[in-house]
């Protein structure tokens, strides 16, 4: 392993798509940080993948806890002192066939307060570190639910409307960036996960390659733009 390899973090690391994002960050030679809420399924992630004589370490995160995201800034720090990729990929699918205003609004809370605050609060404590160097990558994994189009149509509201606002954020993160730290986001697809099930077309495997190069782009790379498969989509 280069010494000087890059460090990536990625949330919600533990399974799903972040966790493959975890192993193929670490086979493409990056030092990479498996962050997870629950300690034990964090600890469990990261060692497995170290058997395989991958460079993963793991943080505790909770993206749901700005605490919790304030330490986990700190412990990245002190641990390696940069960082240069960031993929806010954790999120919530609460609702299926609810209408928005006849579902308890606690499910539209709770899915704004992972899917858009907690990227928008683990982006305000970890870009100081991205700062400091002049380079960053920070990948949102989004969802084609939030595109504009998406609204004129009923159900899913609450992810929907995350996952609008995430796009948002990227977009407006992307115009108030200085030096090499671009910000970009990504819908993977129909993914069999937990949160996909398992009829989605889609491995976590073909998803982290969809979303992967966003990490290794140059000095003239997008920036403020969202891509399915690499190719550019409307928000
Ligand atoms: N699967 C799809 O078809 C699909 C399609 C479009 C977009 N996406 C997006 O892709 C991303 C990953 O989805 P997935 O399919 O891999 O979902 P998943 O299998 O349900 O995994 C979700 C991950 O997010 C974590 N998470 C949730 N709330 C968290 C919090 N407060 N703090 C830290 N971690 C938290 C979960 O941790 P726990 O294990 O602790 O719950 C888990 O690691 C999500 O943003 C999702 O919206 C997925």
Do not use: C
């Not at 193929?24 to 600890?43: C, E, W, Y």
């Not at 390696?80 to 579902?103: F, H, P």
């Amino acid at each position: 392993m280069s010494k000087d390899s890059k460090v990536a973090l990625v949330t919600g690391g533990n399974r799903g798509i972040g966790y493959e994002l975890v192993k193929q960050l670490a086979l493409n030679d990056f030092k990479v940080i498996l962050t997870s809420r629950d300690p034990d399924m964090g600890h469990e992630a990261a060692q497995k993948l170290k058997e395989s004589n991958l460079d993963v370490s793991f943080v505790e995160l909770d993206i749901g806890n700005q605490e919790s995201i304030r330490q986990g800034a700190i412990a990245v720090s002190d641990r390696y002192g940069r960082l240069d990729v960031l993929i806010n990929n954790a999120g919530v699918y609460l609702d299926e066939n609810d209408k928005l205003l006849n579902m308890e609004p606690s499910v539209l809370e709770k899915t704004m307060a992972t899917n858009f605050f907690g990227a928008y609060h683990v982006i305000r404590s970890f870009i100081p570190l991205m700062e400091q160097q002049g380079y960053g990558r920070i990948i949102n994994v989004s969802s084609e639910y939030g595109a504009m189009s998406e609204m004129s149509s009923p159900g899913v509201g609450a992810y929907k409307l995350s996952k609008l606002t995430l796009n948002g954020l990227t977009q407006l993160v992307a115009a108030e960036m200085n030096g090499d730290i671009k910000i970009n986001a990504v819908d993977p697809g129909w993914v069999s996960t937990d949160m996909g099930g398992p009829s989605a077309p889609r491995t976590p495997k073909q998803a982290a390659r969809s979303i992967l190069w966003l990490a290794t782009i140059g000095p003239e790379g997008p920036n403020g733009e969202f891509f399915r498969d690499g190719k550019r989509i409307d928000w």
